[in-house]
């Protein structure tokens, strides 16, 4: 449960659309009006939409391979196919199906086909990819559920027009981002990096009544290809992890996003789509000598080589399960898993053959890659942080569309729909938690000592939950916990040695702890 309790905010919003909707459902057809019209009903459409949420970042970041193991299916491509040049939608839905959407709005069904390698779509026949606006996949997934997840092409790609693709759809320069949140996989912070996520949260403009800052709450970053990023040992993820911790913590990153997370994508792909076969591969991997497995580890294409050391092949020849490692299939399993990956496998198997505890079959061993790789930390961020915001983030794309229309558009007769989009903006208190974040972030508010980072937390930076909030483990307290809080942070904000700053800082975290105390009562 959340607090205080958006619920009211996406209502709020329609209820503005749906006045400009009526306003500008009237009058000549000109073409400002026209694309008014269009702005506005994609925003009240989006308002009855899950989340939209679109992975981007530079080529060969990993966002397909990414997305797959959010969704737990290999359902995007991850070669260099078409696909990947193409915005493609993921959709939950009862049955699969895939769209090809025009730039014209025409559409068309596009062939498609699923095997053991996952969903295979048929591009063939589309003539000039420069005419398809999106495709569509609805795929029947509990992954999709709650969100809509949109794989985008590289933004430093050679080919400037899938560059453009991304751009258009996720910081487009006539309307609102087609994304409400935006998970951004980068190697390393570059300059780029930061202005497209600059760009996203529109921090430099403000966005409408100061909504840049609910943009940069709706960001998460990844450090994807974590192995890399670590060294590539068995403790790369969490060196990765150190990492990502430092960006965190970067002035320059801070404000623009959630937070900064490592995740080995590949690994986690692949344990959430971990068959049989390969775990019992993992497992003849494991009972053969250690340090020649080990030796044979050192690259990829040493595993691959046509010949294993002969310890290593008479210990698979005699495997119990009749494992043959075979050229092919050493190959197959590096494309899978990447050395990381078996060197994580077949490290646990061992362990858990040795103590008979732990990973002993392949749900086990699924469940511990997935841990190993970071997926956990981001799944979880997502649902607490981004998910668990949802009605904001999505409130946010519509206000910013009036906005828009009526700067872009302006009529006359706007002055109550105005007026209405001005009572919202300055009056929920949602988006007036994640100014004052951002203003915290990026050190535009100094607070006293040893406070900040309570405001931060009391306002929902590091979730809407209520517990996150409070910073409470399971069992405790919420209500005192919610009291004290609340009686401190009042006479923070009535003293008078408080600066001004400070003060409305504080005036809303206690806005936020009678939230929380009206959250748990119900």
């Not at 949602?430 to 937390?457: C, I, K, Y």
């Amino acid at each position: 449960m959340t607090a205080p309790d958006p619920s009211g905010l996406v209502g709020a919003a329609r209820h503005v659309v749906d006045g400009a909707l009526r306003l500008y459902g009237t009058g000549p057809a000109d073409p400002p009006t026209a694309w008014a019209r269009a702005v506005l009903h994609d925003a009240r459409a989006r308002l009855d939409e899950p989340l939209r949420v679109a992975l981007a970042g530079t080529l060969k970041a990993g966002k397909s391979t990414l997305l797959n193991a959010l969704v737990g299916e290999r359902v995007a491509a991850t070669d260099a196919g078409e696909c990947t040049r193409l915005v493609t939608w993921y959709r939950d839905a009862p049955s699969a199906a895939v769209v090809r959407e025009d730039v014209d709005g025409r559409r068309a069904a596009v062939p498609f086909t699923r095997d053991a390698e996952g969903l295979r779509i048929d591009l063939g026949g589309i003539g000039d990819p420069g005419r398809v606006g999106r495709l569509l996949v609805d795929w029947p997934s509990r992954g999709l559920a709650e969100a809509t997840l949109v794989d985008t092409p590289g933004l430093d790609s050679i080919r400037e027009t899938n560059s453009r693709r991304t751009l258009s759809f996720v910081t487009p320069d006539d309307r609102p981002s087609g994304a409400d949140a935006v998970v951004y996989l980068m190697r390393h912070a570059h300059r780029n990096d930061v202005g497209f996520l600059e760009a996203f949260a529109d921090l430099a403009q403000g966005g409408a009544g100061g909504l840049g800052a609910v943009g940069a709450s709706g960001t998460i970053v990844v450090l994807s290809r974590a192995d890399e990023v670590g060294g590539g040992g068995l403790d790369a993820v969490t060196t990765a992890g150190q990492v990502a911790q430092a960006y965190r913590e970067d002035p320059a990153l801070r404000p623009l996003c959630q937070t900064v997370v490592a995740v080995d994508g590949l690994l986690a792909e692949t344990a959430r789509t971990l068959r049989q076969a390969e775990f019992s591969a993992l497992r003849a991997l494991a009972r053969a000598p250690r340090a020649e497995v080990d030796a044979l580890l050192l690259s990829a294409d040493r595993f691959t080589a046509a010949e294993p050391p002969a310890v290593v092949a008479e210990a698979l020849a005699s495997d119990p399960d009749g494992v043959r490692l075979d050229e092919p299939a050493r190959r197959r399993l590096m494309e899978r898993f990447g050395v990381f990956g078996i060197r994580s496998a077949t490290t646990v198997l061992r362990r858990g053959a040795r103590t008979g505890r732990g990973v002993v079959d392949s749900p086990s061993l699924a469940e511990e890659l997935i841990r190993r790789s970071g997926l956990g930390e981001l799944r979880d961020t997502l649902t607490s942080r981004v998910l668990g915001r949802r009605d904001v983030h999505q409130a946010r794309s519509a206000l910013l569309a009036v906005d828009l229309v009526l700067g872009r558009a302006p009529r006359p007769d706007a002055g109550p729909v105005a007026a209405e989009l001005e009572r919202l903006l300055t009056g929920a208190h949602a988006f007036t938690e994640q100014r004052l974040l951002a203003a915290l972030r990026q050190g535009q508010v100094t607070m006293p000592e040893g406070t900040a980072a309570e405001a931060e937390r009391l306002l929902g930076g590091d979730g809407p939950g209520v517990a996150e909030r409070l910073g409470l483990e399971p069992g405790a307290d919420v209500r005192a916990a919610a009291l004290e809080a609340l009686d401190r942070w009042r006479t923070r904000a009535e003293s008078p040695l408080t600066s001004r700053a400070a003060a409305e800082v504080a005036r809303a975290v206690v806005r936020s702890c009678e939230g929380a105390l009206r959250a748990r009562e119900h």
